[in-house]
């Protein structure tokens, strides 16, 4: 297959950025389609960390890259995650970089109001606080300013009024300073002609690129049960992060995603509100986020930690239509004497094999365990299948059979090369 789609299977960290970073060589283009810099993609290469939030991932291979038009766009951080990567050597220029110029804006007024909203709120969400759900809700409602409207003053002016039309008594209700639409006008007309630069129907190159025959490699922000409509509603982000968005959010058409592959770790973790069925606030869970260096990128809030959930997996292997996974971060389960699958649920005297859409349903399951025997030996930095101790093999194996999807990819460190390739999703 031509194309390859990496999404998130969990909630959301299970180490997207090292995947599309190792991928990318074998990619022409790298597309973000959804979320914006709410994501956090951590790559590690020898003694050097990167980590980008809103530029696709394979820019530190040097590919060129597009954001496509399903992100939202805060277009200060852009420039500013530009700049800092730049001071790390990775040279960012608009040959490189391709911003969709449909694309909508994330402005400093959505920052304010996702902020207020969580502190004044009894039940937080547990947001980034970057205003991504406030820039979708204006996306959606028709009133955002997109990157095109940077080169065109007047109907930039017209779009601010009727956007504070909006957000004015949305301010005032939250006892936030009256927005000035004058000085608005004025930092997006400072910043037009950098941002503009990169601006382009990306829609249209990327029809170039796929006829052409070129591979593309689509890198998917936040994971399936982040999902705004199939995750764990309402503590979930604005967008689509299933695989069916990249078409959508890069304008490629339904065929366009091809291979999707998963990536999963080799455990649960989340971060921020919500339910959370195979958490453990044990001994056992402050290991996995201690061993797994389990700190949010974005906000640095500790990551909550639990066993592997193969009924959530299963399921998002269903919503993404998933060909393969990449199965991260097993090395952290290194030395545990006893490892615990979730395979089912118990709600209510029922038995599910199934996450229930009831935000109730989804507070009040226990779940139903297996129990695999662990592994003494390291695997940390293992680069093949066989080095693997015979336990890990099992465990695998086991989750393989459980999410009805093949292991594609195994990641052993954070390390770009510590990588064990089983099948190749672009020649899949
Ligand atoms: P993303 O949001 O999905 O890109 O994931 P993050 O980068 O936010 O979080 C994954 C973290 O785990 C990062 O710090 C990675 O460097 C690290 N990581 C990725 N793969 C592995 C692995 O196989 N083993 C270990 N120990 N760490 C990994
Ligand atoms: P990557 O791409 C993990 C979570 C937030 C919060 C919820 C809503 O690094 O996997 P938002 O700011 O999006 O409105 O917050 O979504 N969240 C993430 N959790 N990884 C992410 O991205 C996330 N992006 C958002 O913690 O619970
Ligand atoms: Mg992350």
Request: net charge neutral.
């Amino acid at each position: 297959m031509a194309n390859v789609t990496v999404i998130g299977a969990q909630w959301g960290d299970e180490g997207k950025g090292k995947l599309v970073d190792w991928l990318s060589n074998r990619a022409d283009v790298v597309v973000r389609f959804q979320g914006g810099h709410n994501a956090g993609h951590t790559l590690v290469v020898g003694n050097i960390t990167y980590k980008l939030s809103l530029l696709p991932s394979g820019v530190v291979q040097g590919k060129p890259s597009v954001i496509g038009n399903g992100v939202v766009v805060d277009p200060w951080h852009l420039l500013e995650e530009i700049r800092k990567i730049g001071e790390q050597g990775v040279s960012i220029t608009p040959d490189l970089l391709v911003l969709a110029d449909n694309a909508c804006l994330i402005l400093p007024l959505h920052r304010d109001l996702d902020q207020a909203r969580e502190a004044a709120a009894t039940n937080k969400i547990g947001t980034t606080g970057r205003g991504i759900g406030p820039a979708y809700e204006d996306k959606v409602g028709r009133r955002a300013i997109r990157v095109a409207d940077l080169a065109d003053r007047e109907a930039l002016e017209a779009k601010i009024d009727r956007l504070l039309a909006h957000h004015t008594p949305l301010r005032r209700g939250l006892g936030l300073p009256e927005a000035d639409a004058g000085q608005i006008l004025a930092d997006l007309e400072a910043i037009a002609p950098q941002v503009l630069a990169y601006a382009k129907p990306a829609w249209r190159l990327l029809d170039e690129v796929v006829k052409s025959g070129k591979r593309v490699l689509f890198e998917g922000a936040q994971g399936a049960l982040l999902d705004v409509d199939h995750g764990t509603y309402p503590y979930v982000t604005s967008s689509n992060t299933v695989a069916g968005q990249a078409a959508a959010g890069s304008g490629v058409g339904p065929k366009g995603p091809g291979y999707i592959l998963g990536i999963v770790k080799a455990y649960t973790t989340r971060v921020g509100e919500g339910p959370f069925p195979t958490e453990l606030d044990d001994e056992v869970g402050k290991h996995l986020g201690t061993v797994g260096r389990e700190l949010g990128t974005v906000t640095g809030r500790a990551r909550r930690c639990g066993w592997f959930d193969a009924v959530l997996v299963r399921q998002s292997v269903a919503l993404n239509g998933i060909d393969g996974i990449a199965l991260t971060k097993l090395d952290v389960l290194d030395g545990l004497p006893t490892l615990k699958i979730c395979v089912g649920y118990q709600v209510g005297g029922q038995t599910l094999d199934y996450l229930p859409a009831g935000l109730k349903a989804q507070a009040g399951i226990t779940p139903v365990y297996e129990e695999i025997e662990g592994w003494r030996e390291s695997t940390q930095g293992a680069r093949s299948f066989r080095d693997l101790p015979a336990a890990a093999v099992k465990y695998v194996r086991r989750i393989e059979e459980l999410i009805g999807a093949p292991v594609a990819l195994l990641s052993t460190s954070p390390q770009r090369d510590d990588t064990i390739l089983m099948r190749d999703p672009f020649q899949a």
